[in-house]
């Protein structure tokens, strides 16, 4: 069992940066590849990034490329968004996410909802313009 608790979510004006963060429980982290997913109001929710089990790899969606970084800290247990060049279309509510993944990672895999195996309860963050 995995419990994943989100942070750093708030207010910041377009063009700004945040930093969210994601701390697992348990000691099987390096196990889990993770992810990150947003959600505005009234939309599905949709892949922001995600990271390999030992974050050589990481991938985006192509809305965030190249504004936004995902990164991880095994000995911490936690995995991060750095949020940059921010937009008001980026205002959603941002759930980070762990999968095992044990046939690999793809672009297709990382990036679905319903390969990953526990979720968190949610950051909100709002982008005003």
């Known amino acids: 069992q995995v419990q994943l608790v989100e942070s750093g979510g708030g207010l910041v004006q377009a063009g700004g940066s945040l930093r969210l963060s994601c701390e697992a429980s348990?000691?099987?982290?390096?196990?889990?590849?993770m992810g990150w997913f947003r959600q505005a109001p009234g939309k599905e929710r949709e892949f922001v990034a995600a990271?390999?089990?030992?974050?050589?790899?990481?991938y985006s969606a192509d809305s965030v490329k190249g504004r936004f970084t995902i990164s991880r800290d095994n000995a911490k247990n936690t995995v991060y968004l750095q949020m940059s060049s921010l937009k008001p279309e980026d205002t959603a509510v941002y759930y980070c996410a762990a999968g095992q993944f044990t046939s690999g990672l793809t672009i297709a895999h990382v990036s679905t909802l319903d390969d990953y195996d526990y979720w968190g309860q949610g950051t909100q963050v709002t982008v005003s313009s």
């Open positions: 990271i390999s089990w030992s974050g050589g790899t990481t």
């Open positions: 348990g000691r099987a982290f390096s196990r889990y590849a």
